[in-house]
């Protein structure tokens, strides 16, 4: 079964930081791994999709890298801001119905 | 174009009634997911249609709980008997589907189920 882990469960920063953020996961056959933003009482923003043939993928100031050997994925955020604030979810895509399994996201709190 | 809608946005209901939950996944996807979110358990895959394919049932906690989808489109959940552990955040998710390749989930804004 698969399992996901996200570190650390809560990051505060100053503004302008860069700053990682860590996912695992225990079931290196995954067909892709997705990051999405939850604002508070929010649905769920996709940030960016990495296949699981590919090691990363960028979007503004958002990088985010897969190594499946290591069943690891990290999320980059460039020069943060406070409307960066929100929880962050990485998800593995795996099983016959290629479901997401979540982590239990990591909250980011930027402050101005 | 228009993304995944979810109806209600909120749902308040008595311990023990039936409730249905409804989801207009993007046109064109074949893949129809729902997901549960609550506090204890986080974010949880429930159920999978894909084309008519029989569904994959495996996420569902309990006979209470299961789901259709008419027409490749529209799918219902619904929960009978409703206890207060069901109270979570329902969350639908729609994607492509083709061969080997996975497509991206898109989500829907939810509908947050309060069981009283």
């Known amino acids: 079964k698969q399992e996901v882990t996200q570190i650390p469960a809560a990051l505060s920063v100053p503004e302008g930081e860069n700053l990682v953020l860590n996912c695992s996961f225990t079931?290196?056959?995954?067909?892709?791994l997705q990051w999405f933003r939850q604002d508070p009482g929010k649905g769920l923003t996709s940030l960016l999709l990495?296949?699981?043939?590919?090691r990363e993928q960028t979007s503004g100031r958002l990088n985010a890298s897969l190594d499946k050997s290591s069943g690891r994925s990290t999320l980059y955020i460039a020069a943060s801001q406070p409307g960066d604030s929100a929880t962050y979810l990485c998800a593995a895509s795996s099983g016959s119905a290629r479901q997401l399994t979540f982590g239990s996201g990591t909250q980011l709190t930027v402050l101005p | 174009g228009a993304g995944v809608s979810q109806s209600p946005s909120n749902k308040v209901t008595e311990k023990g009634k039936d409730v249905e939950l409804r989801c207009d996944p993007i046109s064109g996807h074949t893949a129809l997911y729902w997901y549960r979110q609550s506090l204890g358990q986080g974010l949880e895959f429930l159920i999978y249609?894909?084309?008519?394919?029989?569904?994959?049932k495996s996420g569902l906690p309990s006979d209470r709980f299961s789901a259709e989808r008419t027409g490749g489109s529209v799918s219902t959940l619904t929960i009978q008997r409703t206890q207060q552990e069901d109270s979570a955040v329902y969350l639908c998710?729609?994607?492509?589907?083709?061969?080997?390749?996975?497509?991206?989930?898109?989500f829907g804004p939810g509908t947050r189920l309060t069981v009283t």
């Open positions: 998710a729609s994607s492509l589907r083709s061969g080997s390749f996975s497509y991206e989930q898109y």
């Open positions: 249609f894909q084309g008519n394919s029989a569904p994959d």
């Open positions: 079931d290196s056959a995954i067909y892709n």
């Open positions: 990495i296949q699981s043939s590919q």
